[in-house]
């Protein structure tokens, strides 16, 4: 599991008279679809995430092969899903677009 996948959020559930302070405990996570830019390499790195700014500084930090050689890298786009299927489902399909010119207009739409 990739770091800053956890995120619970506490609900209050009643239990009758027996358990009047229980609480459940229930993961509600967002996940990201971002975009990271290298300046020095003149390239963007798409992915997906529950923490986009904890994975940029993991990229930075060399924690994955592909971009280790574009340090620094900068966040420049972020798309918040409801589930982790949905966001790698987008993911693939960035990934797929194969298109400097389109991932140029996504990040400057979002400006």
Excluded: C
Excluded at 81 to 86: D, G, I, P, Q
Excluded at 91 to 105: A, C, G, H, Q, V
């Amino acid at each position: 599991m990739r770091s800053g996948d956890h995120s619970p959020v506490s609900l209050q559930k009643e239990f009758g008279q027996k358990y009047p302070d229980s609480f459940l405990y229930i993961s509600v996570m967002k996940y990201y679809v971002y975009i990271l830019y290298s300046q020095l390499r003149d390239r963007y790195y798409i992915g997906y995430s529950s923490n986009p700014e904890e994975r940029v500084v993991e990229h930075n930090m060399g924690a994955t092969i592909s971009t280790r050689t574009g340090r620094p890298w900068r966040l420049v786009y972020t798309e918040e899903f409801e589930n982790k299927s949905a966001a790698i489902k987008r993911e693939i399909t960035l990934k797929r677009m194969k298109s400097r010119k389109y991932i140029e207009n996504l990040i400057n739409s979002n400006s």
